[in-house]
């Protein structure tokens, strides 16, 4: 996939984090992250909002293997690739890295561990990640802020999927 060269600067990797963090050690970091499939308003309206939170945004997107694990065999929509370059696209995101993101997975522990963001952004209705990252930003240092989900219709990928499943 060939894209822009501004596009293109904004998506890295683990061994970069380090590095931005040394960037912008005068800067708030935020980080969030998700599987973006689909991508939809609500994601949009998330990703900005998590932006407000700091100076410097760096946004996880979950790899294709993590999406089946989570979402079935069905899924992901779109490949990895193609969502780690829609979320660079975005004027809300400084950054964005492919992730591991299982709750039993060390990768964010690794990505928080690198990048020491002072915030750490996650929906206030996704349970399952506050439960299981409350201790984890504790450990860390790193303040974990719960971002209100901004209901729109439809308001996720199953129901966007199972909308176009009706209108076939």
Known sequence: ??????????????DDLEKIREDYK???????????????????LFISQCKKHGDIHVVGV?????????KGNKRPIFPELNRLAMVACLKDVDYTLLT????D????????????????????EDIMAINAEKGLCKELGIEMRLVPRIRVN?????EIIQKIKENG
Request: hydrophobic content about 35%; charged content about 35%.
């Open 1 to 14: 996939m060939r894209l822009p060269e501004d596009i293109r600067k904004k998506i890295i990797n683990l």
């Open 26 to 44: 005068d800067k708030k970091i935020v980080f969030s992250g998700g599987c973006w499939d689909l991508f939809h308003l609500g994601h949009a």
């Open 62 to 70: 979950g790899r294709d293997s993590t999406l089946k694990k989570l």
């Open 100 to 103: 591991e993101e299982l709750i």
């Open 105 to 124: 997975n060390s990768d964010i522990k690794n990505i928080l561990k690198k990048l020491k963001p002072d915030i750490f952004t996650v929906c206030e």
């Open 154 to 158: 439809p308001s996720s990928t199953r």
